[in-house]
């Protein structure tokens, strides 16, 4: 009986989305639970708070024996808290109920000598996590709880018995503070710790050792609504990394097949995979405190700026936001976090504050049975309407236009599509309509619950949406424009996300050699910037110069070298010198094609186009990195060229 709010919900959705004389269009691969759309359209932007006895050791980490007598935050306000939370349109807070070092922030029948009841707070009778609870339902947030399947108190880690101790406390919490939204889980999984002091080095199988079939069941059968986190989903997963930063092309599905919480593919985690067994989008999660999870007085707190920046390479690249709160130790936010949050949320207001799509009107290359129930006015409503447009079966590609009937200035476009029908767009492209004709400003893969793309000013009296490529006829629920306010935009550095530059094709080529290879030099001309070759190889990393050689399959001309750094946030190893080769046989080189420095490579990780000061023949190429702008090792997300 407890599965019905789901069941009645899912019907819901499906009765919305084919009342209509004309059917609806098939789903498409993996799709999201009932559970997993609700998770996703009302709750993208939530928190997790941090905050236990190593808040009072300056510590990141809890080895375990850190003494509860320290925990003492006389003033604490869970309402202060939320309320600082909910400025910053924070949706829900995920409370880290038992961090690694062990310590429950709530009286735990099942642990007797380390929990809020061992602890001067409120003379042992307290409850950190009913108190927040209260907070958030009174403040209308919803609540998660993570609890860390790794303790370094406890004296029975590593053994059975423990995984009954954590079943156990799981168990707890899932029955007595009501309904959750988000059950969080990592991979932090066995070392060094206090062990109810017998100290040592605890190690674990994490793939067999905590039974996760069996905890996922139990977390189902008592909280059906909950969607479950971690590095192998079920319901979302970690993008790996806590930066805060999707991959441009980051995909909902992944093939989680033989994953666990702290054993999964890291390069699946932050691209996805098309065409993946399994619906589970990605959680972008990073903290508002720099690197650090739990307050300490000598960390840095992130701008608003920073956070608006992170808002769009999360939440603009088909995944959540989560950003990592912390209380002092007076048990309040301080006043510098505060003010940073409510100064997101007052930007994030401001950017979005008005929708140029409702006062345009929408027209559409095709609709799916000229039904009006697929209309391309649908688009302007977004997920809030449940509707979307569609074109009939067959018709795999399409546009959107958008008219304002004036010239109109935006800097940022939503697009959505209806994930109840899977992910079906493969690649899109927008336009705006310059001097009498179209021309292309942005162009991407896929789009999924939601894609930003934010750039420069554009003033246009159109813009059109092309789907240029779909696995199955498109859906999409939103396409919408907006303009952020000029004094946000230069205080973010807002930099306008750069179209490719075309180069010969690469379906031929083969790599002949790498000097290093920390991940396959394949991955430098597959044709997908999100995977990338790069130099730290299991021995370390390894020290410029570094080359890769490739044999294109016949002679061509070419006019031009394309090098693309990795794109997944990172900037270690960007190439700030290079020397380009041509040879007819892939022994002789003589002198370099082309030969410098990527000046701004560091500020600009965009790809990097360098014409050569006369076109040059060969069949092979040799790509030198003679210096990486970070020292070492060097990486490259593709390497192309330019020419015939």
């Known amino acids: ?90 949706k829900g807070i995920v409370i880290d109920a038992k961090h690694h070092g062990g310590f429950c922030l709530w009286p735990s029948k099942f642990n007797d000598t380390y929990s809020v009841k061992n602890s001067p ?45 954590y079943r156990n ?28 002091g017998a100290g040592g080095n605890r190690s674990i199988d994490n793939r067999t050792y905590y039974g996760w079939d069996t905890t996922w069941k139990m977390i189902r059968e008592l909280q059906p609504e909950a969607c479950i986190f971690s590095d192998a989903g079920p319901d979302m997963r970690w993008n790996s990394n806590e930066s805060g930063v999707n991959a441009p092309d980051c995909r909902a599905t992944v093939t989680t097949d033989g994953w666990c919480p702290g054993h999964a593919n890291l390069d699946h985690l932050l691209h996805g995979v098309r065409d993946g067994k399994s619906y589970v989008p990605a959680e972008a999660d990073f903290p508002l405190l720099d690197k650090a999870w739990f307050w300490n007085p000598h960390t840095r707190t992130r701008t608003p700026a920073e956070l608006v920046n992170l808002y769009f390479t999360s939440i603009g690249r088909n995944g959540t936001m989560d950003i990592g709160i912390a209380p002092d130790m007076r048990g309040l936010m301080s006043d510098k976090d505060a003010a940073s949050l409510k100064g997101f949320g007052d930007r994030i207001k ?35 309407a449940n509707r979307y447009w569609s074109t009939d079966d067959a018709v795999h590609v399409g546009a959107l236009v958008m008219s304002f009937g004036k010239p109109t200035e935006f800097s940022i476009v939503s697009l959505r599509e209806q994930i109840a029908l899977g992910e079906r767009v493969d690649e899109w492209s927008l336009d705006s309509w310059q001097n009498g ?32 490529k779909a696995a199955a006829c498109p859906a999409i629920a939103e396409f919408a424009a907006y303009l952020e306010p000029e004094a946000i935009r230069k205080e973010c550095g807002v930099k306008t996300e750069h179209i490719v530059q075309a180069g010969l094709p690469t379906t031929d080529w083969k ?94 990780p965009e790809q990097q186009v360098v014409m050569l000061a006369k076109p040059s023949s060969g069949r092979y190429f040799k790509f030198v990195a003679l210096r990486s702008a970070d020292g070492i090792p060097v990486a490259a997300a593709e390497i192309g060229v330019v020419g015939k």
Not at 62 to 71: A, M, Q, R
Not at 440 to 460: K, N, Q, V, Y
Request: net charge neutral; glycine share 10%; with cysteine.
């Open 350 to 384: 401001a950017i979005f504050a008005t929708n140029l799509a409702l006062g345009a009107t929408i027209a559409a290359s095709q609709t799916r049975g000229n039904d009006p129930q697929f209309a391309a006015r649908n688009v302007q409503g977004g997920w809030a």
């Open 437 to 468: 004709e179209w021309k292309e400003f942005a162009r991407g893969s896929c789009i999924g619950m939601r894609h930003l793309w934010r750039g420069d000013p554009i003033t246009s009296e159109k813009i059109r949406l092309r789907i240029t």
């Open 121 to 165: 707070w409120k003379n042992g009778r307290g409850d950190i996590i009913k108190e927040m609870v209260e907070a958030c339902r009174s403040e209308g947030l919803k609540v998660g709880i993570y609890l860390s399947p790794w303790d370094r108190n406890h004296k029975d880690y590593g053994k059975p018995e423990y995984v009954t101790y």
């Open 511 to 604: 790599i002949v050699s790498a000097s290093s290879e920390g991940s396959s030099a394949t991955n430098a001309i597959d044709n997908n910037p999100g995977t990338f070759w790069h130099s730290h190889t299991a021995a370390g990393p390894q020290p410029c110069p570094q080359e890769i050689v490739v044999d294109m399959g016949r002679g061509h001309e070419v006019t031009g070298l394309l090098y693309t750094p990795r794109q997944d946030g990172c900037t270690i190893g960007n190439i700030a010198e290079y020397a380009f080769y041509l040879s007819d046989d892939g022994r002789t080189w003589g002198e370099p094609a082309a030969k410098g420095e990527y000046g701004n490579i560091k500020a600009s």
């Open 169 to 196: 406390q799981m168990r707890e919490l899932l029955t007595n503070y009501g309904p959750l939204f988000e059950i969080w889980l990592d991979g932090a999984n066995g070392g060094t710790g206090w062990y109810g």
């Open 1 to 90: 009986m407890k599965h019905i709010p789901l069941f009645v919900a899912w019907l819901a959705a499906s009765a919305c989305l084919s009342a209509s004389p004309t059917p609806a269009p098939a789903p498409y691969g993996a799709i999201p639970s009932a559970r997993q759309i609700k998770w996703a359209k009302e709750t993208d932007l939530y928190s997790m708070m941090n905050f236990s006895t190593i808040t009072y050791y300056d510590r990141e980490w809890g080895s375990g024996d850190e003494d509860p007598k320290k925990f003492n935050p006389t003033l604490f306000d869970a309402r202060q808290i939320v309320r600082v939370a909910k400025a910053a349109g924070i």
